[in-house]
């Protein structure tokens, strides 16, 4: 006959019953249990306040530690998270401080543990990282020195229409210029929403884009009517590498927290959509710090630019070294007794044929050299095919990055 097994539990259940059937006196018991009186009444008082389950072990650990976040500040620690899913524990620990910067607040450490404790927070899977190609972003060193612009990938609305999102932001400050859903992604239509960019904040220096429409086009250098537009103001229309999105980061990044916090799920119809857009963008601007400003919020570094939106787009003008030429309807314009065709996209403005030597130009078109003109043959190609002049080092087919260079009205 095996032996019987029995535990600590089964010992103490057996002896609150023995000491409730009253057969045997207190002392009777202990004795016969090896354990104290003191012990005996100790278990026998645990039973009658709380039953079996008060005849477990009870945890050794502290109720309270002495350096324990207090109840009311992790509540508005909870409370800031369950409002803001997307913020880290950095961007909470800044706000709150904010609002009452006399409390002290606990660490970021601590929050995050905080938030992983009460289950708010979501895990990233890991990807393997590119190495950041840095060298575009090197003269947004100031507000408006770059604004970069994009459309943030469409989608549709619970109701079935479809959301073309286009955004704007000034890459030093990460401002949110605009986050405005358009009809039709089409250059009518995203200078509209440009030229009230423009009319509130001022001209940028240059506008960082991908190559897709209608910020470029297969015109000569890439021009489209939109880019055409932005030189005619002296903005210079910047185009990342086809292929290459980490080329414009700090806009793609804006975007992952955009679709995070307006697009999943998407609203009801098309106006409740932009007022999410909106109330993004007030956020986005005013509340949530940046880590990549020292904790500050865009509107606390962004101030607009100087450079105002004129009343009237200037007309192009070329010095006294220029000869200067009408493009007409087709995308041609005269040379001597011939034409030579140069893109549709400038028709009706003036540009400016500069001299390389004998036989070939730089055309221009207000201060950015645009295409090479060879006078022999009538016909124009890219910059990069004559060495020696600015752009040539772009290879052929490639969209010119138009440098920063003095007016042709400056030009002797």
Same mark, same amino acid.
Not at 375 to 383: E, I, N, P, V
């Given at each position: 006959?095996?032996?019987?097994?029995?535990?600590?539990?089964?010992?103490?259940?057996?002896?609150?019953?023995?000491?409730?059937?009253?057969?045997?006196?207190?002392?009777?018991?202990?004795?016969?249990?090896?354990?104290?009186?003191?012990?005996?009444?100790?278990?026998?008082?645990?039973?009658?306040?709380?039953?079996?389950?008060?005849?477990?072990?009870?945890?050794?650990?502290?109720?309270?530690?002495?350096?324990?976040?207090?109840?009311?500040?992790?509540?508005?620690?909870?409370?800031?998270?369950?409002?803001?899913?997307?913020?880290?524990?950095?961007?909470?620990?800044?706000?709150?401080?904010?609002?009452?910067?006399?409390?002290?607040?606990?660490?970021?450490?601590?929050?995050?543990?905080?938030?992983?404790?009460?289950?708010?927070?979501?895990?990233?899977?890991?990807?393997?990282?590119?190495?950041?190609?840095?060298?575009?972003?090197?003269?947004?060193?100031?507000?408006?020195?770059?604004?970069?612009?994009?459309?943030?990938?469409?989608?549709?609305?619970?109701?079935?229409?479809?959301?073309?999102?286009?955004?704007?932001?000034?890459?030093?400050?990460?401002?949110?210029?605009?986050?405005?859903?358009?009809?039709?992604?089409?250059?009518?239509?995203?200078?509209?929403?440009?030229?009230?960019?423009?009319?509130?904040?001022?001209?940028?220096?240059?506008?960082?884009?991908?190559?897709?429409?209608?910020?470029?086009?297969?015109?000569?250098?890439?021009?489209?009517?939109?880019?055409?537009?932005?030189?005619?103001?002296?903005?210079?229309?910047?185009?990342?590498?086809?292929?290459?999105?980490?080329?414009?980061?700090?806009?793609?990044?804006?975007?992952? =927290? %955009?679709?995070? *916090?307006?697009?999943?799920?998407?609203?009801? #119809?098309? $106006?409740?959509?932009?007022?999410? /857009?909106?109330? &993004?963008?007030?956020?986005?601007?005013?509340?949530?710090?940046?880590?990549?400003?020292?904790?500050?919020?865009?509107?606390?570094?962004?101030?607009?630019?100087?450079?105002?939106?004129?009343?009237?787009?200037?007309?192009?003008?070329?010095?006294?070294?220029?000869?200067?030429?009408?493009?007409?309807?087709?995308?041609?314009?005269?040379?001597?007794?011939?034409?030579?065709?140069?893109?549709? =996209? %400038?028709?009706? *403005?003036?540009?400016?044929?500069?001299?390389? #030597?004998? $036989?070939?130009?730089?055309?221009? /078109?207000?201060? &950015?050299?645009?295409?090479?003109?060879?006078?022999?043959?009538?016909?124009?190609?890219?910059?990069?095919?004559?060495?020696?002049?600015?752009?040539?080092?772009?290879?052929?087919?490639?969209?010119?990055?138009?440098?920063?260079?003095?007016?042709?009205?400056?030009?002797?």
């Amino acid at each position: 006959m095996p032996f019987k097994e029995s535990s600590v539990m089964d010992e103490r259940m057996r002896f609150i019953l023995e000491q409730e059937g009253g057969l045997d006196t207190m002392t009777d018991l202990c004795e016969a249990y090896s354990i104290a009186r003191e012990t005996g009444y100790y278990w026998l008082r645990r039973y009658r306040e709380g039953g079996v389950a008060a005849l477990e072990d009870r945890r050794r650990a502290p109720r309270q530690h002495p350096n324990q976040t207090p109840e009311k500040i992790q509540e508005a620690v909870l409370a800031l998270r369950r409002a803001h899913m997307s913020w880290g524990p950095r961007k909470l620990k800044r706000v709150l401080w904010e609002k009452e910067p006399r409390r002290e607040w606990p660490a970021s450490s601590t929050i995050g543990a905080m938030l992983a404790r009460e289950g708010l927070t979501v895990p990233r899977k890991k990807r393997r990282r590119v190495p950041p190609y840095t060298e575009p972003f090197a003269g947004a060193e100031a507000p408006n020195r770059v604004w970069c612009a994009d459309f943030k990938g469409w989608f549709r609305t619970r109701d079935g229409e479809r959301i073309d999102p286009l955004t704007i932001t000034d890459a030093c400050s990460r401002y949110l210029l605009r986050c405005q859903r358009v009809q039709k992604t089409d250059g009518e239509r995203v200078r509209a929403v440009f030229e009230s960019a423009f009319r509130q904040c001022g001209l940028p220096g240059a506008i960082r884009t991908d190559n897709g429409a209608p910020f470029a086009s297969q015109a000569v250098a890439g021009l489209s009517r939109l880019a055409v537009w932005w030189m005619k103001l002296g903005i210079v229309p910047e185009r990342i590498a086809a292929g290459h999105p980490e080329q414009n980061g700090r806009h793609e990044r804006m975007h992952r =927290t %955009l679709k995070q *916090e307006t697009a999943s799920p998407p609203s009801a #119809d098309a $106006r409740a959509q932009q007022r999410s /857009f909106d109330r &993004f963008r007030r956020e986005y601007n005013e509340e949530r710090p940046h880590e990549a400003l020292a904790m500050e919020t865009p509107s606390a570094i962004y101030r607009p630019s100087a450079r105002e939106y004129p009343a009237r787009v200037p007309e192009p003008e070329y010095g006294s070294a220029f000869q200067v030429r009408r493009v007409a309807e087709h995308g041609q314009f005269r040379w001597k007794c011939g034409k030579v065709f140069l893109s549709d =996209t %400038l028709a009706g *403005e003036p540009i400016g044929l500069l001299p390389i #030597d004998e $036989r070939f130009y730089a055309v221009y /078109f207000a201060a &950015f050299p645009i295409a090479r003109f060879d006078s022999h043959q009538l016909a124009t190609g890219s910059l990069a095919q004559r060495n020696g002049f600015s752009g040539a080092g772009a290879r052929e087919g490639e969209p010119f990055p138009f440098p920063c260079i003095p007016s042709p009205r400056s030009t002797a």
